[in-house]
């Protein structure tokens, strides 16, 4: 997950769908992020490069909605619904993620348990 | 010059010193008994109650009120002070006494040769001006040509000079000797030889040349005396430089500490020779030390006798081994494996002086503060029995009107038993007679001090200066050096400042070269960023 501020960024994802649970009036997708541009990298304990302003998952609630459909701590939301979350404040990364309107969402995350295993199975067949 | 003397610090009170100094030391014999007396009765007070009157003198330093003062068990307690006791000097007291007078004749005729020298050499350096200007008029009036303008322009010019040079030379030089030096002061004697030189051959010059060919030019003479005059002035000023001014900038921290109690300080000397840093330190020590006690001393020796006479080696080995461990290199092994067993011996001991230490320092502690209090509380109380009387009060009641000295008599004797228990206490009652209280406490009250001013100087320990000169207990210093005493001081250079009781012992630190560089921040870079790590849950 090498990153070069104004290069084309290469990531193997994986596509995560969150459906919201209601909780009292809120609807809370149980997992807590960290991050963004405006926010310290080099704190960041998921990240591989410390100059990453990603966003990164931090806390993951057992059994909540985020638990049930896949998501990991220390995964890097890339985008939401759509969205580009790679390079965004950490007040818009929550706002996207918790749009009233919305009851689903579509998440791609990236992790280096991903890039490893496609280059294990890459690597397992030979070149064509 | 200070060509002077050996041992004396004080060299023009040495007169008086001599008999102050056996005056002060009979007495301090006589209050040490004195004190072993009442210690003896400070133990013992807690079974019998000693009622004395108040108007008693309890303290009984001075050698006038020696005979007055008995208390009740005197006779159990009080070593025995006979006639003959006050008038007999012990041997010690002789060789000191002859010493005194052999330094003070040495003394006086070294320090009157130096001032016979030095007077001799400023009317040979004042007169020498003069002397050039007058001897053409002596020698050979009718040949001199007369002096216009310009020339008595000069005539003010070297009147003026010489002037200053007088008021500059007064002011350098013209001032009591501080101390006596055990060598010449180098940089004097530099300079008297350079200025004797100096107007040496000035004058080789004029005899050659002005005497003996008669020279008419008057004005050219005028200007030669008023070319002497001038570089006399920068002789002095040199003078300053070297004397007063090279030593100014400190550049070597020198620590003093005083041998027996380990008080220590530390000062800032700039260029000086050794005898020179050992006057200012000394002086130093005058003013800053606390007043060496004694008395306080006397705990720790106890203890330190105490481990020396714990153990005793006997070997039990052979005959030949039983003789005392000589110095011969074959008994060098016994005497060291004697000393090495002595030692793990009084390692492996069970020693408990520690504890008793730690219970007795305890123990006095709280004496002190309860005898402190105590002693507080009696001064206050007799504080407010005295008040500054107004001026209308004068016409209403001129009868009991006192002065300082009879009010602070009037309350003195409230106060002086909790004083006399709180000195004893601490072990200061030899560093103050009851005249000097008195003459304090009246102090005191004439300016109007509270209770707490007065007993300030009771409760810590001032430094030496502020004492009777009797209890200076050392008037004569010793230098002890292993470097000659003119050489300058140096990085690590040691020395050791001894008297009579204690010695103070001097080390040397340079202040280090300091290298500084520089760095230039524009005013516009402090910008500032928040470094926030915030996490929400979504």
Sequence with gaps: MSFMPGQPLTAVVQRIQIEKLRHGENLILGFSIGGGIDQDPGQNPFSDDKTDKGIYVTRITPRGPADVAGLRMGDKIMQVNGWDMTMVTHDRARKRLTKKNEDVVRLLVTRRSLEEAVKQSMGSYPRQ | ?538
């Design chain 2, 1 to 538: 010059m200070d060509t002077e003397s050996t041992y004396s610090g004080y060299s023009y009170y040495s007169g008086r010193s001599r008999g102050s100094h056996r005056h002060g030391e009979r007495s301090r014999e006589r209050s040490r008994d004195r004190h072993k007396a009442r210690g003896k009765d400070s133990r013992s007070e807690k079974s019998i109650t000693i009622t004395t009157t108040p108007a008693e003198p309890l303290l009984g330093d001075s050698a006038a009120r020696a005979e007055q003062v008995q208390d009740d068990n005197w006779g159990e307690t009080t070593t025995a002070v006979t006639g003959t006791s006050e008038h007999s000097l012990s041997q010690e007291d002789i060789v000191r006494i002859t010493k005194d007078l052999e330094d003070s004749v040495g003394l006086d005729c070294r320090r009157y040769f130096s001032l016979a020298l030095a007077v001799a050499l400023g009317l040979l350096v004042f007169l020498t001006p003069l002397a050039f200007l007058a001897l053409p008029h002596l020698l050979w009036p009718e040949k001199l040509q007369s002096c216009g303008t310009a020339c008595e322009g000069l005539f003010i010019s070297v009147a003026f000079k010489l002037l200053i040079l007088l008021l500059a030379v007064w002011a350098l030089f013209f001032r009591p000797p501080r101390a006596g030096l055990p060598r010449v002061f180098v940089f004097r004697a530099l300079l008297a030889v350079l200025v004797l030189l100096f107007v040496v051959s000035y004058w080789l010059f004029y005899g050659v040349r002005i005497l003996d060919s008669q020279d008419e030019n008057y004005q050219g003479i005028v200007q030669y005396a008023v070319s002497l005059v001038d570089a006399l002035l920068f002789i002095h000023y040199l003078a300053i430089v070297l004397l007063e001014l090279r030593q100014l900038q400190p550049c070597f921290s020198v620590c003093v500490a005083r041998s027996t109690d380990g008080e220590t300080r530390h000062y800032n000397l700039g260029r000086l020779s050794i005898q020179r840093a050992a006057l200012a330190v000394l002086e130093r020590y005058y003013c800053d030390f606390p007043v060496h006690n004694p008395a306080l001393l006397s705990a720790s020796k106890s203890r330190a006798a105490k481990h020396l006479a714990g153990l005793k080696v006997y070997s039990v080995d052979g005959p030949g081994n039983n003789a005392p461990p000589p110095l011969t290199p074959p008994a060098a092994g016994l005497a060291h494996s004697q000393s090495r067993a002595m030692i793990a011996a009084a390692a492996r001991r069970r020693d408990t002086s520690h504890n008793e230490l730690y219970y007795e320092e305890a123990e006095h502690e709280r004496r002190v503060r309860k005898r402190k209090s105590r002693l507080v509380v009696a001064v206050e109380e007799a504080f407010t029995h005295i008040k500054r009387m107004q001026e209308e009060e004068q016409k209403k009641a001129p009868g009991d009107v006192m002065d300082p000295r009879e009010a602070a008599q009037a309350i003195f004797p409230s106060m002086a038993r909790a004083l006399q228990k709180y000195l004893r206490t601490t072990r200061q009652q030899h560093c103050h007679s009851m005249e000097s209280i008195q003459q304090h406490l009246a102090f005191c009250i004439t300016y109007s001090m509270a209770p707490k001013a007065f007993l300030e100087c009771y409760l810590t320990p001032g430094p030496t200066l502020q004492y009777s000169r009797d209890h200076w207990l050392a008037r004569q210093w010793t230098l002890v050096s292993e470097v000659s005493v003119t050489g300058g001081l140096a990085d690590g250079s040691t020395f050791v400042l001894r008297c009579a009781d204690f010695s103070l012992v001097v080390t040397t630190r340079t202040i280090p070269y300091i290298q500084l560089s520089e760095e230039y921040v524009d005013p516009k870079s402090h910008k500032f960023v928040l470094r926030l790590q915030s996490e929400t849950s979504v």
